[in-house]
Every structure is written in structure tokens, then in C-alpha cells.
């Protein structure tokens, strides 16, 4: 079976009650009776509806409900859903930010379509957009920002402080270091007024190089990577065939030339 996405990641605020669904889909041959079991996600309440049969080359979506309660500790929350069924298992991970209640700010990570797959040694690059929910007047905040593992392990870690009166966006820059491994990353956010807490997180990806060029020539394309690899194949065809035909050209010109002098 195959499982449609690798990461779950929602928010949700204090004392809210939040519906995700699941799309699990049956590759093999015979049925097959899907389990699930989740772990690792701390004051945030999951609730789902397996185990689920799905027939062969059937799909079947399983909703996951998520209840936050109002004493949940306001923060990025990672875990990870298992899915068991015909011998085999298929995890993936799940990021829920809990957000304060009545909180008097909020923030939101954007990372742009150009720093979603980035390599070692690259800079990842992120918006930080931040609200002023209480009195409109000029504040400090603290902003903390990081490169963070989906265990929830801060590779990076920065701090910067600022005035903010109702809205604010901060752009900020983190090297990914050399030597670390391929996979998802969170570029995270957290700002800290008089004892609150506010945080968001956007999610990209470690490639290699070649993969990243490979899908940077995707992005351009509105077709694909395909597309302009067909059309470089068929230009250097063409220019071949323009050569040819000038030194051919060029040679039938020289043997004219030759006869007359002659």
C-alpha cells in the first residue's frame, strides 16, 4: 500500500478540534487491513478511524481528528503516524503548531518556491511575517529563528530584536551546514513578548546537487522537465544539420572555384 503524503502539517489553537485526512491506497493483490499507531506528538490529542480494510487497487481516506486542549503548551509539536498492514509498515511524519488562545501575537514562516530544495552549503532564505493582536502600539519582540530537524533539534539558532506596531515581515537567511544528511528540514520561527509565545514553521528539503538543479529546470518549465530537455535535443539537431550543410556548402564553392581557375 501507499500512503498519499510523506508529512501531515496543520495548526491549531488551544481548545480547537481540527479534522486531517489520510489517503491510503492498495497496491497489492488482495486486501488488506490498515492499523495505525502514533507517537511522539506531546498535549495534542489524535483520534482516527482504523483499522480500515481496503480491496485491491482501492483507496480509502482515514480521518485523523486532533484536539488540542486549552492547557496545551503553545509550540511546534512533531510526530510520526504508523501504518501497518500486510506485513508491511509505512511511516510518516506530523507537525502540529499550537497556537495561544488569546494570544497578543502570532507569527508566519513562509519559505519561497526557490528555497523549498536547497543542498549543503546552500542559504535558505525565509519570510517571517509578524502580528500585532493586541494595542497597536511599537513593542519589542524577540524573534528566534533556526534550522530545525523533524525530531525537533535546532541545528541552527538565531536571535534578533525588533519593534513591531501591528504587522511586520523580516526576511532572514541561514547557511545549511555542509556536512548535514538529505531529507525534510524546518525553517522555524518563534517570537517571545512578556512571557508569550508565538511560532511558526515552513518545511524544505536537503537534495543533492544534481537533484536540485533537476528540479530547479522543472520549475521553470510550465510542462516539466521534459519539455526543455526535448527542446535542447532538437536545437542541436538543427544546428548540426545547419553546419553540415555550410561546410558542404563551402566545399562545392572551393571545387567551382578550382574548375574556373583551372
Same mark, same amino acid.
Not at 488551544?14 to 493483490?29: K, M, S, V, W
Not at 499550537?98 to 523549498?116: C, G, R, S
Given at each position: 500500500?501507499?500512503? +498519499?503524503?510523506?508529512?501531515?502539517?496543520?495548526?491549531?489553537?488551544?481548545?480547537?478540534?481540527?479534522?486531517?485526512?489520510?489517503?491510503?491506497?492498495?497496491?497489492?493483490?488482495?486486501?488488506?487491513?490498515?492499523?495505525?499507531?502514533?507517537?511522539?506528538?506531546?498535549?495534542?490529542?489524535?483520534?482516527? /478511524?482504523?483499522?480500515?480494510?481496503?480491496?485491491?487497487?482501492?483507496?480509502?481516506?482515514?480521518?485523523?481528528?486532533?484536539?488540542?486542549?486549552?492547557?496545551?503548551?503553545?509550540?511546534?509539536?512533531?510526530?510520526?503516524?504508523?501504518?501497518?498492514?500486510?506485513?508491511?509498515?509505512?511511516?510518516?511524519?506530523?507537525?502540529?503548531?499550537?497556537?495561544?488562545?488569546?494570544?497578543?501575537?502570532?507569527?508566519?514562516?513562509?519559505?519561497?518556491?526557490? *528555497?523549498?530544495? %536547497?543542498?549543503?552549503?546552500?542559504?535558505?532564505?525565509? #519570510?517571517?511575517?509578524?502580528?500585532?493582536?493586541?494595542?497597536?502600539?511599537?513593542? /519589542?519582540?524577540?524573534?528566534? *529563528?533556526?534550522?530545525?530537524?523533524?525530531?525537533?533539534? #535546532?541545528?541552527?539558532?538565531?536571535? /534578533?530584536?525588533?519593534?513591531?506596531?501591528?504587522?511586520?515581515? %523580516?526576511?532572514?537567511?541561514?547557511?545549511?551546514?555542509?556536512?548535514?544528511?538529505?531529507? *525534510? =528540514?524546518?525553517? =522555524?520561527?518563534?517570537?517571545? =513578548?512578556?512571557?508569550?509565545?508565538?511560532?511558526?514553521?515552513?518545511?524544505?528539503?536537503?537534495?543533492?546537487?544534481?537533484?536540485?538543479?533537476?528540479?530547479?529546470?522543472?520549475?521553470?518549465?510550465?510542462? +516539466?522537465?521534459?519539455?526543455?530537455?526535448?527542446?535542447?535535443?532538437?536545437?542541436?539537431?538543427?544546428?548540426?544539420?545547419?553546419?553540415?550543410?555550410? *561546410?558542404?556548402?563551402?566545399?562545392?564553392?572551393?571545387?567551382?572555384?578550382?574548375?574556373?581557375?583551372?
Amino acid at each position: 500500500f501507499t500512503i +498519499g503524503d510523506d508529512i501531515i502539517k496543520t495548526e491549531i489553537k488551544q481548545g480547537a478540534i481540527r479534522e486531517e485526512t489520510i489517503t491510503i491506497t492498495n497496491i497489492g493483490t488482495s486486501s488488506v487491513t490498515i492499523n495505525e499507531d502514533i507517537e511522539g506528538v506531546e498535549d495534542v490529542s489524535l483520534v482516527q /478511524d482504523t483499522p480500515v480494510t481496503i480491496a485491491p487497487g482501492e483507496s480509502a481516506e482515514i480521518r485523523l481528528q486532533i484536539f488540542a486542549s486549552e492547557s496545551a503548551e503553545p509550540g511546534v509539536k512533531i510526530g510520526k503516524i504508523s501504518f501497518t498492514g500486510g506485513g508491511v509498515k509505512r511511516v510518516i511524519d506530523i507537525i502540529i503548531d499550537v497556537k495561544e488562545l488569546n494570544a497578543l501575537f502570532d507569527i508566519q514562516a513562509v519559505v519561497p518556491k526557490t *528555497y523549498e530544495y %536547497v543542498s549543503p552549503g546552500d542559504m535558505v532564505e525565509g #519570510d517571517f511575517i509578524i502580528f500585532n493582536l493586541g494595542d497597536p502600539i511599537e513593542v /519589542d519582540v524577540l524573534l528566534s *529563528y533556526s534550522i530545525r530537524t523533524l525530531e525537533g533539534n #535546532d541545528i541552527i539558532l538565531q536571535e /534578533d530584536t525588533f519593534a513591531v506596531t501591528e504587522q511586520k515581515k %523580516v526576511t532572514r537567511s541561514l547557511k545549511v551546514p555542509e556536512d548535514i544528511e538529505s531529507g *525534510y =528540514y524546518l525553517f =522555524y520561527g518563534k517570537t517571545t =513578548y512578556q512571557g508569550q509565545v508565538a511560532s511558526s514553521s515552513a518545511l524544505f528539503q536537503v537534495v543533492d546537487e544534481a537533484t536540485k538543479v533537476a528540479i530547479q529546470v522543472q520549475q521553470v518549465s510550465p510542462y +516539466g522537465g521534459a519539455i526543455p530537455i526535448t527542446i535542447i535535443l532538437v536545437a542541436i539537431m538543427l544546428l548540426f544539420s545547419v553546419i553540415v550543410l555550410l *561546410y558542404r556548402g563551402g566545399a562545392i564553392g572551393s571545387q567551382s572555384m578550382k574548375k574556373v581557375e583551372i
